[in-house]
């Protein structure tokens, strides 16, 4: 039986893509790492990787190997979202593998991820996928997320006064509608601006923000009903400007005129 190579595998939260959001400790297992993959979606893409770049210009010695892959895209042919995405991580997983086979002497292999590796990120599931091809030690580091980049921006507390605050997509806003039992809701992974299907939005309150952390960022606030159409156009103008975007809101239940 062949015995499996011993990999320390680092997943390492980077926050929004700030180098100052960067912790003491993810710039120390960034710095003792001796490869960093780092994936390239091509085009205009391209400035997230430049801003992964940017953080370990910031932090860590051009010594340390660096390794960019070509990130696979979902297969728009399977109809089934879970199946979808299960058919790209496998992907992914794949291309992690033959990145650290082609350097057999790296134990230690970091990845930068973005936010924080616990919220609405599935590199924690692609990782458990080389389980059966090497003897993983993992190391998990936390980051700042976008929602605390958000409620900093917006200088507000995520929740109300003694109130839920519930965690979501796009897609579960649009299928399941205001969830119950709570009068706040963050949402995350929303390309569709899904707080249009919302009934009643003189109801609601929206706190929007674009390349949160970055100095691209962008911030919208108001009664849904009157600045939807506003998120809505520069959500547009932003994502053909750069080529990309990456926006969070947060909605709640209008109690008060704000």
Same mark, same amino acid.
Do not use: C
């Given at each position: 039986?062949?015995?499996?190579?011993?990999? !320390? /595998?680092?997943?390492?939260?980077?926050?929004? $893509?700030?180098?100052?959001?960067?912790?003491?400790?993810?710039?120390?297992?960034?710095?003792?790492?001796?490869?960093?993959?780092?994936?390239?979606? $091509?085009?205009?893409? @391209?400035?997230?990787?430049?801003?992964?770049?940017?953080? /370990?210009?910031?932090?860590?010695?051009?010594?340390?190997?660096?390794?960019?892959? %070509?990130?696979?895209?979902?297969?728009?042919?399977? @109809?089934?979202?879970?199946?979808?995405?299960?058919?790209w991580h496998d992907r992914i997983s794949d291309i992690w593998k033959q990145a650290i086979d082609s350097r057999p002497k790296a134990q230690t292999v970091a990845?930068?991820?973005?936010?924080?590796?616990?919220?609405?990120?599935?590199?924690?599931?692609?990782?458990?996928?080389?389980?059966?091809?090497?003897?993983?030690?993992?190391?998990?580091?936390?980051?700042?997320?976008?929602? @605390?980049?958000?409620?900093?921006?917006?200088?507000?507390?995520?929740?109300? /006064?003694?109130?839920?605050?519930?965690?979501?997509?796009?897609?579960?806003?649009?299928?399941?509608?205001?969830?119950?039992?709570?009068?706040?809701?963050?949402?995350?992974?929303?390309?569709?601006?899904?707080?249009?299907?919302?009934?009643? !939005?003189?109801?609601? %309150?929206?706190?929007?923000?674009?390349?949160?952390?970055? @100095?691209?960022?962008?911030?919208?606030?108001?009664?849904?009903?009157?600045?939807?159409?506003?998120?809505?156009?520069?959500?547009?103008? /932003?994502?053909? !400007?750069? $080529?990309?975007?990456?926006?969070?809101?947060?909605?709640?239940?209008?109690?008060?005129?704000?």
């Open positions: 039986m062949t015995k499996k190579r011993k990999i !320390k /595998l680092a997943l390492i939260g980077i926050g929004t $893509g700030n180098p100052d959001h960067i912790t003491l400790e993810a710039i120390k297992v960034l710095q003792s790492s001796d490869l960093i993959l780092l994936p390239s979606k $091509g085009g205009a893409k @391209q400035e997230l990787l430049e801003a992964r770049t940017n953080i /370990l210009d910031e932090h860590v010695s051009k010594g340390t190997e660096r390794l960019v892959f %070509e990130m696979p895209s979902r297969d728009p042919n399977i @109809q089934n979202y879970l199946t979808r995405v299960e058919q990845l930068l991820v973005w936010g924080d590796p616990s919220l609405y990120d599935s590199s924690l599931r692609i990782m458990a996928r080389l389980e059966d091809s090497y003897k993983l030690q993992i190391h998990m580091v936390a980051g700042i997320t976008a929602i @605390q980049g958000l409620t900093a921006a917006h200088k507000i507390p995520l929740n109300s /006064l003694g109130g839920a605050v519930k965690i979501t997509t796009g897609r579960n806003l649009r299928d399941h509608g205001w969830p119950t039992k709570t009068d706040r809701i963050v949402v995350m992974l929303d390309g569709e601006n899904s707080f249009v299907t919302l009934p009643d !939005k003189h109801r609601y %309150e929206i706190y929007w923000s674009a390349y949160v952390g970055m @100095q691209l960022e962008t911030h919208i606030r108001g009664k849904l009903s009157e600045v939807e159409n506003q998120i809505i156009y520069d959500r547009e103008r /932003l994502r053909k !400007k750069h $080529g990309w975007i990456m926006d969070i809101y947060i909605l709640g239940i209008l109690k008060q005129p704000l």
